[in-house]
């Protein structure tokens, strides 16, 4: 791999011994940040894997008839978005339960729109996004389908005690930096600490779409944090925090944080159902037609695979399982 910092281009060569990647990458100023974003993360990844595969045991084994069948056959490389990670993470493990012998490697999360870019270019087989497609990003090439909903919730650190319940007010009032103590809200005497999103992010245009409202200024002391699953840890950790992440996330992995309601309203998969609570996230996965990562794709559009989403906190409905080819 050569890197020219500072010079006209970035050139990218990866070559691997297992065949996964043969590609040569040309990164200059006229490709979009976020397409080099995406090919310098999977870099990254890639790298990884060869580092694994280089210090693997060459002692024979005894395989399988599957395990020889998928030996034959290159690791799927499946990547998520930010908001879809937890979901891919408990399809990943259900489907090599129930596959033996399965290969599968997971890329470093990403945004939707570069996963979407991966699949459709070949570098991603699998991908699991947390919104539906676009009427353009949608082509011939690739199927995709909505499979669970994800309610986004609203919580708080554990120390925040007394505070239970936000109205659309008080959260405006939050977001905004204009409510600056938890006392305001029946909570301690304690400064609030806002952690919030990029406003390209489907956790923020969800608040804004359903509470926050457009044109309401961000608070000046706010922490932006890119990705989930940074502002779940923080969260955690930080004493007067406040956030909004999955709830599946919550539920699957049992964090100890104050789910707060909303408008009256608890955040439950039962509320979701119902819509009652309107704040969600559609969970989906794409792949490439006629592609290796079809007999994955059929696991997780399956009923199992969707029992699997239910008990990790998803709301898995009929009218959400659906196939989109165009």
Same mark, same amino acid.
């Given at each position: 791999?050569?890197?020219?910092?500072?010079?006209?281009?970035?050139?990218?060569?990866?070559?691997?011994?297992?065949?996964?990647?043969?590609?040569?990458?040309?990164?200059?100023?006229?490709?979009?940040?976020?397409?080099?974003?995406?090919?310098?993360?999977?870099?990254?990844?890639?790298?990884?894997?060869?580092?694994?595969?280089?210090?693997?045991?060459?002692?024979?084994?005894?395989?399988?008839?599957?395990?020889?069948?998928?030996?034959?056959?290159?690791?799927?490389?499946?990547?998520?978005?930010?908001?879809?990670?937890?979901?891919?993470?408990?399809?990943?493990?259900?489907?090599? %339960?129930?596959?033996?012998?399965?290969?599968?490697?997971?890329?470093?999360?990403?945004?939707?729109?570069?996963?979407?870019?991966?699949?459709?270019?070949?570098?991603?087989?699998?991908?699991?996004?947390?919104?539906?497609?676009?009427?353009?990003?949608?082509?011939?090439?690739?199927?995709?389908?909505?499979?669970?909903?994800?309610?986004?919730?609203?919580?708080?650190?554990?120390?925040?005690?007394?505070?239970?319940?936000?109205? %659309?007010?008080?959260?405006?009032?939050?977001?905004?930096?204009?409510?600056?103590? !938890?006392?305001?809200?029946?909570?301690?005497?304690?400064?609030?600490?806002?952690?919030?999103?990029?406003?390209?992010?489907?956790?923020?245009?969800?608040?804004?779409?359903?509470?926050?409202?457009?044109?309401?200024?961000?608070?000046?002391?706010?922490?932006?944090?890119?990705?989930?699953?940074?502002?779940?840890?923080?969260?955690?950790?930080?004493?007067?925090?406040?956030?909004?992440?999955?709830?599946?996330?919550?539920?699957?992995?049992?964090?100890?944080?104050?789910?707060?309601?909303?408008?009256?309203?608890?955040?439950?998969?039962?509320?979701?159902?119902?819509?009652?609570?309107?704040?969600?996230?559609?969970?989906?996965?794409? !792949?490439?037609?006629?592609?290796?990562?079809? %007999?994955?794709?059929?696991?997780?559009?399956?009923?199992?695979?969707?029992?699997?989403?239910?008990?990790?906190?998803?709301?898995?409905?009929?009218?959400?399982?659906?196939?989109?080819?165009?």
């Amino acid at each position: 791999m050569v890197t020219t910092v500072h010079g006209v281009h970035l050139l990218l060569l990866i070559r691997s011994k297992m065949g996964i990647f043969d590609r040569e990458v040309l990164i200059d100023r006229e490709v979009p940040l976020m397409r080099q974003i995406f090919y310098r993360s999977l870099v990254l990844s890639a790298i990884a894997l060869l580092g694994v595969s280089g210090c693997t045991s060459d002692r024979p084994t005894a395989p399988s008839k599957n395990n020889q069948i998928q030996s034959q056959q290159a690791p799927l490389k499946i990547a998520g978005s930010s908001g879809a990670a937890d979901s891919l993470k408990i399809l990943k493990s259900g489907y090599e %339960t129930s596959t033996p012998g399965v290969q599968l490697t997971l890329l470093d999360s990403m945004q939707s729109e570069n996963v979407i870019t991966g699949v459709k270019q070949g570098l991603v087989d699998l991908g699991c996004i947390s919104r539906t497609l676009k009427p353009e990003e949608a082509d011939s090439t690739i199927e995709f389908r909505a499979i669970a909903q994800d309610a986004l919730l609203v919580a708080t650190h554990s120390s925040v005690t007394g505070v239970k319940n936000l109205s %659309t007010d008080d959260l405006k009032a939050i977001y905004s930096g204009s409510a600056t103590n !938890w006392k305001q809200f029946g909570g301690p005497d304690a400064d609030i600490v806002l952690l919030d999103r990029p406003e390209d992010e489907s956790a923020k245009r969800l608040l804004r779409k359903h509470y926050l409202g457009d044109d309401l200024s961000k608070a000046p002391t706010a922490v932006v944090l890119r990705k989930e699953s940074e502002l779940v840890q923080m969260l955690q950790s930080t004493p007067n925090s406040i956030g909004a992440f999955s709830l599946a996330n919550a539920v699957h992995n049992k964090l100890g944080v104050n789910r707060l309601s909303l408008n009256q309203i608890e955040p439950t998969t039962e509320h979701l159902k119902s819509g009652q609570y309107p704040m969600a996230r559609t969970i989906g996965v794409l !792949w490439r037609k006629n592609s290796s990562a079809e %007999t994955m794709a059929s696991y997780i559009t399956s009923d199992v695979a969707g029992k699997v989403l239910e008990q990790a906190g998803f709301a898995v409905t009929p009218n959400v399982a659906t196939s989109i080819a165009k």
